[in-house]
């Protein structure tokens, strides 16, 4: 069993001592062994997480807010098993690991840590700490106990706030002490690097007024707007926030004091442990950017991006949690927050499962949809799930049929995710999905265009579009003329860039990898493949060789 890892600590961060860690052979390995710490490497505007050298794709999968504690923790591991997921994302607890001031306990970070190595999962680690949704609901105790020493925000009216204030400077001294504690903590137990990477708070602003109104506040927004920031937004120095920004000033202010915070907590703990750190973003409408609406102000929303890279360089990415159904909003967010100074990584998500395809279609690093454990049932919408004839029943697991819709995606991707990660780091992979209205798409891989149809339910009919969009493809470019082709709902064919050329295929085979090597089950051809390649419910995947005659 894992021992109790208990650390009091009397002096700031910068000199803490551990003074003894307690650990089972089971969490150590010798330094010479260790792999190395993952990291994101970009290359020619692309980016891949790379764990043991090599890139990573990260089809995750985010527990429930309360599903942390080694109490519940068996019905999370099944779940992963379920869904095909290689990574989980699990949150752990300020108040759970610090009850008395400066007396820090990890042994629950130990549990998830020994579970997942069981399980043959990695993890990411959500730090819900002074913000989780906008609110301080994670601090420990002794902390909101005290509202003099450790602030709440004030609004325009003088009211108080459920909501942190970003100038609480003894909250900001806990915050950054303990996260660093907690780093120093994975650093000394998981040589093995099992923990990926750690989220620093969660979806942090404040949702009931746009920034905050304290007497300390109210100093600082009448100083000049700091030079990072008019720098990052293009903007002349001279200049309150309100005539800079008009109308936005103010968002843009909190903004400013929300990432100056967690950017500085985020230091303190890679200064410790330099692990990818990356903060999540709830959304605003991002297809009526100029609507008013009650979001995560000061968070990392689309229009203050620039702003947190200015002021939390310590932070590898801010990322979207994107639930919009609607299929141009989902696309148009991740293209937004696919930057060239940003990877892309979905630590959130709901709506569609063919979302994944789009995901992997703008080379995002990874992709975890929110509350996939076993705690408790859900009822998914009738407009996110498929109609009960197009479910896929080998997928359905007892009574947990929120689930289902998930599984065959990941099941299809989860035995090449290695390949998957390394084609999209390369270039070389191309993915769609089905848009409403929008019965066919086309991918340009040099000499050769590939087509992509949905509804075509006959060997040479048109297509007419599914009766709801589930369709999705996933075409790589293994050689000039060799493709891997999968999906679902959809079917593929290929056509040659050349005038006056038609294809013909040479061999396609229907096969899986295992073990990074493509293992050939069948050949097709005849019914199977005259009229283009099918893809319907069950995941199939197909390499493809073709010339043009």
Same mark, same amino acid.
């Given at each position: 069993? &894992? ?5 009091? &600590? ?20 010798? +330094? ?100 989780? =949704? ?122 400013? +004091? ?12 890679? +200064? ?36 947190? *890279? ?54 995002? &690093? ?17 407009? @996110? ?46 993915? @769609? ?13 040099? +000499? ?70 493509? *293992?050939? @089950?069948?050949?097709? =051809? ?19 060789? &073709?010339?043009?005659?």
């Amino acid at each position: 069993m &894992i021992s109790s890892f208990i650390v009091s &600590i009397g002096k700031p961060w910068r000199t803490l001592l551990v003074a003894s860690v307690l650990c089972s052979g089971a969490l150590v390995a010798a +330094a010479a062994d260790a792999p190395p710490i993952p990291r994101l490497v970009q290359q020619d505007g692309r980016y891949a997480l790379f764990v043991d050298n090599a890139p990573y794709l990260m089809l995750a999968a985010q527990v429930n807010n309360s599903s942390g504690w080694p109490g519940v923790l068996s019905k999370v591991w099944p779940a992963m098993a379920d869904l095909h997921a290689n990574t989980v994302l699990i949150p752990v607890y300020w108040d759970q690991v610090e009850r008395k001031e400066g007396e820090f306990d990890f042994s629950v970070v130990d549990a998830l840590i020994t579970g997942a190595r069981s399980h043959q999962l990695h993890l990411v680690l959500l730090w819900f700490a002074t913000w989780k =949704n906008g609110n301080q609901h994670y601090m420990p105790a002794w902390m909101k106990q005290d509202p003099v020493r450790y602030p709440r925000l004030i609004d325009a009216h003088g009211e108080t706030v459920d909501s942190p204030s970003p100038f609480g400077a003894a909250t900001l001294a806990a915050d950054m002490k303990a996260f660093a504690a907690f780093m120093g903590h994975l650093k000394a137990v998981d040589a093995q690097r099992t923990v990926l990477m750690v989220q620093v708070e969660n979806e942090s602003g404040t949702w009931e007024c746009p920034r905050d109104y304290s007497p300390e506040a109210q100093k600082r927004f009448a100083e000049p707007v700091p030079t990072a920031v008019l720098k990052a937004m293009n903007k002349p120095a001279g200049g309150s926030w309100t005539e800079l920004f008009g109308p936005e000033g103010e968002v843009f202010f909190h903004a400013w +004091a929300v990432a100056s915070f967690i950017g500085q907590v985020a230091a303190a703990g890679k +200064a410790v442990y330099p692990l990818p750190l990356y903060a999540n973003a709830a959304q605003r409408d991002i297809m009526k950017p100029s609507s008013p609406g009650n979001y995560g102000n000061g968070g990392p929303t689309d229009n203050v991006i620039p702003i947190w *890279k200015a002021a939390a360089p310590a932070l590898d990415m801010v990322c979207p949690d994107n639930y919009n159904t609607d299929t141009a909003a989902y696309i148009k967010a991740l293209q937004v927050y696919r930057r060239e100074d940003n990877a892309l990584f979905i630590p959130e998500t709901g709506g569609s499962p063919r979302f994944l395809f789009f995901a992997l279609g703008t080379q995002a &690093i990874g992709f975890s949809p929110f509350g996939m454990d076993y705690t408790k049932d859900y009822v998914v919408p009738e407009g @996110v799930r498929p109609k009960d004839d197009l479910l896929h029943p080998w997928a359905l697991t007892g009574t947990h049929k929120f689930l289902a819709p998930w599984i065959a995606g990941y099941r299809v991707i989860n035995p090449m995710a290695r390949e998957i990660a390394r084609w999209n780091f390369e270039g070389k992979l191309q993915a @769609v999905a089905e848009e409403p209205g929008q019965v066919t798409q086309t991918l340009s891989f040099g +000499a050769w265009d590939v087509s992509v149809s949905y509804g075509v339910w006959a060997r040479y009919a048109r297509p007419a579009g599914n009766p709801q969009p589930i369709g999705s493809a996933l075409v790589v470019q293994l050689g000039e003329n060799q493709f891997l082709v999968t999906g679902f709902y959809s079917r593929i064919d290929f056509k040659p860039v050349e005038p006056g050329k038609h294809r013909q295929f040479l061999r396609v085979e229907e096969g899986a990898y295992e073990n990074g090597e493509f *293992k050939v @089950v069948r050949e097709l =051809n005849g019914d199977q493949t005259d009229g283009g390649l099918d893809f319907i419910a069950e995941p199939l995947v197909l390499r493809v060789t &073709i010339s043009a005659y």
